[in-house]
């Protein structure tokens, strides 16, 4: 109930610089019939009855979440159970991760004879979307679902009537997909070894977790996404900073801190407005990075609990506009972040650095002190600042896999057609090979933990430029699985669909979700 609360305070909440910041100004850039087209599409609307109905479809699909999540953690308990007596489970499928691609993979594999497990090391189906509060950058449009699970149950349309949902919403979606898959998650549970062994001429793979469980499986899925956080600066006392920075943070995840990633800022953030507590930033803050993190980080801060300094200075790194015109047209017609960045630009509060972080220093006072290069014209720009936010990315848990069971660097691309994109052959996943013997081993890097998928030419035709996004992925991720258990495929659509459906109640998903899970495969 606390949190439904809160959601309203948080999309009630636009700051006093997003309230004072005449958005209209932005039809001088992008045109005014352009701009009636944003201002409907765009998630940061002024009229109560459009945020009413906002925090009113998010709070349904949090009674959505709370429903699935205690149903897979009863799943979850019932297979722990089943297999208390065993000293090692053995498995033919061992899923790493419980995002989107362990989701699709579940799909696939709750149909098909082999035993399948998830493991997650946090407690949550879907943590990048349920951990923050921010809304998503792929559309769910009338006619095309960024969000498609083959096989799977409903859209993601079901819990928003807008085209950028909540990212709560997304994870609702994909919670869903994993519990009607009937592929139980173990949640909590670390995976910390994984040894190679012989088997009966066929070689297994034996895990550890950190909570003391041992598997022995003949498959391996490797979801794990994106990675950890981490930083890409290369200054070693930057970086040694960053880590005590995050480790605060593990520690005192409530607290802000001087360093922080899209990630922690976000997570804090949620856990701050859940108390109704404000954020106070401190005047210099500087935003490294200016991929979609960045973007994110800058929007969140346009909420009314968060503090502004009335001389808020960001320099953003990374970022070259100077204006923004100069930003609208980097964007080349992806519009989804103008709305959140105009303001900042509209009161002059960005300062753009170009090039890469070169050196980094606190001072005594407690600010930080840093030059970037241009890595073209060589040119070293220095500045200060009080808070860093680092959204330069993350660390693959792929690299120490590889070591763990002696892989070679150089992966196998499993090649297959995608029908619903025209594509009789597109890599679907990626395959570790022996670095000793070079053969194939059973070990299956899917989605963004497998790098970039989709070719280049691909996505230029693609609505979803992203080529880690769920659009980009998960269909492959289904193909691939159904081609390597021997099923027939799901139907794929690529998320076309003739009309939108409306939003549905929670009483109503959870009745569907029941009906679904009554079902034999
Ligand atoms: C902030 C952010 C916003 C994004 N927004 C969008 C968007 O709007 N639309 C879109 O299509 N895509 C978006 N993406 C990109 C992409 O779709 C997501 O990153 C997606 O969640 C990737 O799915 P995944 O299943 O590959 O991995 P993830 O969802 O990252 O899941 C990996 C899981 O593996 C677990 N794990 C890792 N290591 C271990 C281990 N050793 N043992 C056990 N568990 C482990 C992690 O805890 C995690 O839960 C976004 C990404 C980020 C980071």
Same mark, same amino acid.
């Given at each position: 109930?606390?949190?439904?609360?809160?959601?309203?305070?948080?999309?009630?909440?636009?700051?006093?610089?997003?309230?004072n910041?005449?958005?209209s100004?932005?039809?001088?850039?992008?045109?005014?019939?352009?701009?009636?087209?944003?201002i409907?599409?765009?998630?940061?609307?002024?009229?109560? +009855?459009?945020?009413?109905? &906002?925090?009113?479809?998010?709070?349904?699909?949090?009674?959505?979440?709370?429903?699935?999540? %205690?149903?897979?953690?009863?799943?979850s308990?019932?297979?722990?159970?089943?297999?208390?007596?065993?000293?090692?489970?053995?498995l033919?499928?061992?899923?790493?991760?419980?995002?989107?691609?362990?989701?699709?993979?579940?799909?696939?594999?709750?149909?098909s004879?082999?035993?399948?497990?998830?493991?997650? +090391?946090?407690d949550?189906?879907?943590? #990048?979307? !349920?951990? =923050?509060?921010?809304?998503?950058?792929?559309?769910?449009?009338d006619?095309?679902?960024?969000?498609?699970?083959?096989?799977?149950?409903?859209?993601?349309?079901?819990?928003?009537?807008?085209?950028?949902?909540?990212?709560?919403?997304? $994870?609702?979606?994909?919670?869903?997909? &994993?519990?009607?898959? =009937?592929?139980?998650?173990l949640?909590?549970?670390?995976?910390?070894?994984?040894?190679k062994?012989?088997?009966?001429?066929?070689?297994?793979?034996?895990?550890?977790?950190?909570?003391?469980? /041992?598997?022995?499986?003949?498959?391996?899925?490797?979801?794990?996404?994106?990675?950890?956080?981490?930083? =890409?600066?290369?200054?070693?006392?930057?970086?040694?900073?960053?880590?005590?920075?995050?480790?605060?943070h593990?520690?005192?995840p409530?607290?802000?801190?001087?360093?922080?990633? %899209?990630?922690? @800022?976000?997570?804090?953030?949620?856990?701050?407005d859940c108390?109704?507590r404000?954020?106070?930033?401190? /005047? /210099?803050? $500087?935003?490294?990075?200016d991929?979609?993190?960045?973007?994110?980080?800058?929007?969140?801060?346009?909420? =009314?609990?968060?503090?502004?300094?009335?001389?808020?200075?960001?320099?953003?790194?990374?970022?070259?506009?100077?204006?923004?015109?100069?930003?609208?047209?980097?964007?080349?017609g992806?519009? /989804?972040?103008l709305?959140?960045? @105009?303001?900042?630009?509209?009161?002059?509060?960005i %300062?753009?650095?170009k090039g890469?972080?070169?050196?980094?220093?606190?001072?005594?006072d407690?600010?930080?002190?840093? %030059?970037?290069?241009?890595?073209?014209?060589?040119?070293?720009?220095? @500045?200060?600042?009080?808070?860093?936010?680092?959204?330069?990315?993350?660390v693959?848990f792929?690299?120490?896999?590889k &070591?763990?069971?002696?892989?070679? &660097?150089?992966?196998?691309?499993?090649?297959?057609?995608?029908?619903?994109?025209?594509?009789?052959?597109?890599?679907? $996943?990626?395959?570790?090979?022996?670095?000793?013997?070079?053969?194939?081993?059973?070990?299956?890097?899917?989605? !963004?933990?497998?790098?970039?998928?989709?070719?280049?030419?691909?996505?230029?035709?693609?609505?979803?430029?992203?080529?880690?996004?769920?659009?980009?992925t998960?269909?492959? #991720?289904?193909?691939?699985?159904s081609?390597?258990?021997?099923?027939?495929?799901?139907?794929?659509?690529?998320?076309?669909?003739s009309?939108?459906?409306?939003?549905?109640?929670?009483?109503?998903?959870?009745? +569907?979700?029941?009906?679904?899970?009554?079902?034999?495969?």
């Amino acid at each position: 109930m606390k949190y439904i609360q809160f959601l309203f305070i948080f999309f009630n909440s636009s700051s006093a610089l997003y309230a004072n910041s005449d958005i209209s100004c932005l039809s001088h850039y992008v045109g005014r019939n352009q701009l009636i087209y944003h201002i409907k599409n765009l998630p940061f609307s002024s009229d109560s +009855r459009v945020i009413k109905k &906002q925090a009113f479809e998010v709070s349904e699909s949090m009674k959505v979440s709370d429903w699935v999540m %205690t149903e897979l953690r009863k799943k979850s308990f019932d297979f722990l159970n089943e297999n208390s007596k065993k000293e090692i489970i053995d498995l033919d499928f061992l899923c790493l991760g419980a995002g989107p691609q362990c989701a699709a993979a579940s799909l696939v594999l709750g149909h098909s004879k082999f035993s399948s497990l998830v493991v997650e +090391r946090s407690d949550y189906v879907a943590k #990048t979307f !349920a951990e =923050k509060d921010f809304y998503i950058n792929s559309s769910e449009l009338d006619q095309l679902s960024m969000h498609q699970f083959p096989g799977g149950l409903g859209d993601l349309a079901d819990y928003t009537s807008f085209e950028f949902a909540h990212s709560q919403q997304l $994870a609702t979606h994909i919670q869903v997909q &994993q519990l009607i898959s =009937k592929v139980p998650v173990l949640f909590n549970t670390e995976v910390v070894e994984i040894k190679k062994v012989e088997d009966r001429e066929a070689i297994k793979f034996l895990f550890k977790t950190k909570n003391g469980l /041992r598997f022995r499986v003949k498959n391996i899925l490797v979801g794990s996404g994106l990675g950890d956080i981490a930083t =890409k600066v290369s200054d070693p006392n930057y970086r040694d900073f960053f880590s005590s920075q995050y480790e605060l943070h593990i520690k005192q995840p409530k607290q802000l801190q001087l360093v922080m990633t %899209t990630d922690t @800022f976000l997570v804090t953030k949620k856990l701050m407005d859940c108390e109704s507590r404000v954020m106070t930033l401190p /005047r /210099r803050i $500087a935003v490294i990075g200016d991929g979609d993190g960045s973007k994110i980080v800058l929007e969140s801060l346009l909420t =009314k609990s968060v503090v502004l300094h009335p001389e808020t200075e960001i320099i953003w790194v990374g970022n070259e506009y100077k204006d923004f015109s100069d930003f609208y047209r980097s964007t080349k017609g992806f519009t /989804r972040y103008l709305q959140g960045i @105009f303001p900042f630009y509209e009161k002059r509060m960005i %300062t753009g650095v170009k090039g890469y972080i070169q050196s980094w220093k606190k001072n005594s006072d407690g600010s930080f002190s840093m %030059t970037a290069e241009d890595v073209v014209t060589k040119k070293v720009s220095d @500045f200060t600042s009080d808070m860093i936010i680092d959204s330069t990315g993350y660390v693959s848990f792929v690299p120490t896999l590889k &070591q763990w069971i002696g892989a070679s &660097q150089t992966l196998k691309d499993e090649v297959g057609e995608l029908n619903e994109l025209d594509l009789k052959s597109t890599v679907l $996943a990626r395959r570790m090979v022996d670095s000793v013997t070079s053969k194939e081993l059973n070990v299956y890097l899917l989605g !963004a933990s497998a790098g970039n998928l989709a070719s280049r030419a691909e996505l230029m035709n693609s609505p979803n430029k992203n080529p880690v996004s769920i659009f980009n992925t998960v269909p492959r #991720t289904s193909s691939f699985l159904s081609y390597l258990t021997q099923t027939s495929k799901f139907p794929s659509y690529r998320g076309k669909k003739s009309s939108r459906q409306k939003v549905i109640s929670s009483y109503e998903m959870i009745e +569907r979700i029941k009906l679904k899970l009554a079902e034999v495969n």
